[in-house]
């Protein structure tokens, strides 16, 4: 553990951040430099280039792989090269059923590229370890499950390039999966990335089934496809669609039921209509955003999506209705930590994602109608508590500077509200919160224990800085009601993956 005497005590001429973990033991791997990280006949084949490097972590035992991947870049495989043998190696191992769960390896990989990213050089490469090691973990939940492989696509089902895109839609509107699996494979084949996101987009906010989980996978699998190479979208697609079409143990076909995790989409399909014409020329309003987060406390999914419809047409700019989305989402958090309340967050930030790629209208309100009906969906019927984002009051630090974060990653293991109030204090006298970033995402580095620290962590410091003031600095004063502190149990995998570079 290290606690805030020692974290103060070390901190010197290298600033307070030093303290929290010493790392520079990745030195030993090259550094990754910010523009990089911008079989049996019965499975699914990749690319030649590719198809070693992910049976290298398929077939390596968990105790072993961190070597044999330091191994590898050693001998010059590069970032990108193991990003994507990662990313294929849980789409062919791990059924992607139901989307979350074991399917986490899968879905924590653009989140660790975004930890990545974000780091100093001589961190990148621990995120995309502790991924490997998630992949291992995840690997054995599936063979104790059923052992599911992806395998070969019927080429005789699939259609012709100039029909695959109809046929595609047809068979997802259906809930028809050898169709899907057939026509996405003619569609991916013969479309642009472009054409493929806006059809994808549209049914991974479709359905409220996984708690999200499906948006988020269209998200992330696409995120991570821009980095990898599209040459990887294949499998990666089959996979997403098979994903979308999850029932979740119903057996009646949601095309021909009115069931209630299909029901705001549904509905938001004609409320979309109501929207005036010029909405995306509204202003920025405070007052709009706090309407948003009212209704978001005590409103039913067909409420809020309709606050959202009035609210945009008196003149209220989507960026104040995503300010409201995010902090309800994070007020969502401070009331009832978890990890329901915590995929509000995360379906958020990858509906925003979604929201800002799309060139479609229609499907930028019908994603802002849907964001807006599933927050109740994850506050259910629990009552409000009264802790709210928008009346937390800002708290002094006792230290000042980078003091005043390790007092705060103290107070997350003792108080979290008064860690949040501490957070608000201290941003109101920064000029940037990356230091407080920074330290949070250091400690997920060297604490975190599962996909969820990652996922959350990556979406939360993304996003906070394209919120208006002052939503921006509440959003991150309610993360740390997840976020580590610097009183929990390290994780382990640091020493591993020091030991493994040692070799």
Not at 361 to 370: G, I, M, S
């Given at each position: 553990m290290i606690h805030r005497r020692s974290f103060l005590k070390t901190t010197g001429s290298a600033g307070a951040l030093a303290a929290l973990g010493n790392l520079g033991f990745l030195s030993r791997l090259p550094t990754v430099t910010a523009a990089e990280a911008t079989l049996e006949p019965r499975m699914v084949r990749f690319h030649p280039d590719i198809e070693p490097l992910v049976r290298l972590l398929e077939e390596t035992p968990r105790e072993r792989v961190l070597e044999e991947v330091a191994a590898r870049i050693h001998r010059g495989v590069s970032y990108r090269e193991v990003l994507a043998a990662l990313l294929l190696a849980g789409i062919r191992d791990i059924q992607p059923r139901p989307v979350g769960f074991k399917f986490h390896?899968?879905?924590?990989?653009?989140?660790?590229?975004?930890?990545?990213?974000?780091?100093?050089?001589?961190?990148?490469?621990?995120?995309?370890f502790w991924a490997i090691d998630q992949f291992k973990s995840s690997q054995a939940a599936d063979e104790r499950e059923g052992n599911w492989t992806m395998a070969p696509v019927d080429e005789a089902a699939v259609p012709a390039s100039h029909l695959a895109r109809q046929a595609f839609i047809d068979a997802m509107d259906n809930w028809d999966e050898s169709a899907a699996d057939a026509a996405v494979v003619g569609f991916a084949r013969g479309a642009s990335s472009n054409d493929l996101f806006e059809v994808f987009c549209r049914y991974g906010a479709r359905d409220f089934r996984d708690i999200g989980h499906k948006a988020i996978y269209v998200a992330n699998s696409f995120r991570t496809l821009e980095v990898i190479g599209w040459h990887h979208a294949e499998p990666v697609l089959r996979s997403l669609a098979y994903a979308l079409l999850d029932r979740s143990g119903t057996n009646e076909n949601p095309a021909h039921a009115d069931l209630p995790a299909d029901r705001p989409f549904r509905q938001n399909l004609e409320a979309v209509k109501q929207v005036r014409p010029d909405w995306l020329h509204g202003k920025r309003s405070s007052e709009a955003t706090t309407d948003l987060l009212q209704a978001l406390r005590t409103g039913s999914p067909s409420d809020t999506a309709g606050v959202t419809v009035k609210l945009l047409n008196a003149g209220a700019a989507p960026q104040s209705i995503f300010d409201a989305l995010f902090d309800g989402a994070g007020e969502m958090l401070m009331q009832a930590p978890g990890i329901v309340s915590l995929h509000s967050?995360?379906?958020?930030?990858?509906?925003?994602?979604?929201?800002?790629?799309?060139?479609?209208?229609?499907?930028?309100?019908?994603?802002?109608?849907?964001?807006?009906?599933?927050?109740?969906?994850?506050?259910?019927?629990?009552?409000?508590?009264?802790v709210h984002i928008d009346t937390l009051e800002p708290l002094a630090a006792e230290a000042t500077g980078e003091e005043a974060v390790a007092e705060i990653f103290a107070d997350v293991n003792k108080d979290r509200l008064t860690a949040a109030r501490k957070v608000l204090g201290y941003l109101k006298d920064q000029p940037s919160a990356k230091p407080f970033a920074d330290a949070a995402r250091r400690l997920i580095f060297l604490k975190g224990s599962n996909s969820h620290d990652y996922k959350f962590s990556s979406a939360v410091l993304e996003d906070y800085e394209r919120l208006s003031a002052p939503w921006r600095d509440r959003l991150l004063a309610a993360s740390v009601f997840y976020f580590k502190g610097s009183g929990d149990k390290d994780n382990g995998l640091v020493t591993r993956t020091r030991a493994a570079l040692s070799a």
């Open positions: 390896a899968v879905l924590v990989v653009n989140s660790a590229h975004l930890a990545s990213l974000a780091s100093p050089d001589s961190d990148r490469w621990l995120p995309i967050m995360t379906f958020t930030n990858a509906v925003h994602y979604a929201w800002h790629r799309t060139q479609s209208d229609e499907t930028r309100r019908l994603l802002l109608l849907q964001n807006a009906a599933f927050m109740p969906l994850y506050r259910g019927n629990r009552a409000d508590s009264g």
